[in-house]
């Protein structure tokens, strides 16, 4: 079965003068002119990728798109209409994305992370930038530790939003961040933590984050839990301490002194703010 957004292994069936026909046994579909090469011959098994074209004819192409059928990707945005707005992805015939599909309204030149998927009414690619829908944070298969890939999905006041192996929601804190990050970087990163709420935290240097000492990890991940700010300080009395950090007022001390030393946080009156 042909399956279109996908790379398909397709034998060659015969040629035609516009280019030639390639057949999974019960369908055919063209491969253009332009993109035949020497190699190609008759019952030769090629791998193609599959879309329609603006004419809504299923095809063959060679090029390679920036993105496939399920997947994530950043792309930019190259038409904005009042139908929707068109995406370049390395095909000729644009994508599509809806108006609804659109998380804020589509400007040309902008980048934006989209999902690509196939619409059922209209068999037709498309994409949405509505990308939480897509993504389902439970049955992982990534534990604590475990390198992964990330994309950047957005910038958040505490950190930037990533997707994790293609598949799942994740955090990366800014305080971890030490280089420039833009929408739809990728980069290989490691799973922090697995929270309760199924939420990933993910670090960019595996190293970095063990060296910390646990009690200062433990004050860390609250402050980043709420926010970037944590109501208490070496002023709050043991009890209060305790009740929100399950820690000594000595320990605690010990806690945050390594953390300002390390230009982690700030101390503020109130609390303890974490540096962006």
Not at 38 to 46: G, L, P, T
Not at 51 to 78: C, G, H, M, Q, W
């Amino acid at each position: 079965m042909i399956e279109i957004g996908k790379y398909n292994k397709l034998t060659v069936s015969k040629f035609v003068e516009f280019g030639l026909y390639l057949t999974d046994g019960e369908v055919e579909i063209l491969l253009p002119q332009k993109y035949i090469t020497e190699e190609m011959a008759i019952d030769s098994e090629q791998e193609v990728f599959v879309y329609k074209d603006a004419e809504n004819r299923v095809i063959a192409t060679t090029l390679i798109p920036k993105v496939t059928l399920d997947e994530f990707a950043a792309l930019e945005v190259s038409q904005a209409t009042e139908f929707g707005a068109f995406m370049e992805w390395g095909i000729p015939k644009e994508l599509f994305v809806p108006h609804s599909e659109q998380s804020v309204p589509f400007e040309v030149g902008q980048k934006h992370v989209v999902f690509m998927y196939l619409d059922e009414k209209s068999n037709r690619l498309a994409a949405s930038s509505k990308i939480d829908k897509f993504i389902r944070n439970t049955l992982f298969t990534v534990n604590e530790g475990d390198k992964v890939w990330i994309m950047v999905t957005k910038e958040t006041p505490i950190g930037f939003s990533v997707i994790v192996n293609g598949r799942y929601k994740g955090l990366l804190y800014r305080n971890e961040v030490f280089k420039p990050l833009e929408i739809g970087d990728e980069c290989a990163a490691y799973i922090k933590q697995i929270r309760e709420d199924n939420k990933l935290d993910v670090t960019l240097n595996l190293i970095s984050h063990k060296a910390i000492e646990p009690d200062a990890q433990k004050i860390l991940d609250l402050i980043n839990q709420n926010d970037g700010f944590l109501n208490v300080t070496d002023k709050s009395s043991p009890d209060e301490i305790y009740r929100l950090t399950h820690l000594s007022k000595k320990a605690f001390k010990r806690a945050v002194g390594s953390l300002y030393k390390g230009k982690i946080i700030s101390l503020e009156k109130t609390g303890l703010q974490l540096l962006k």
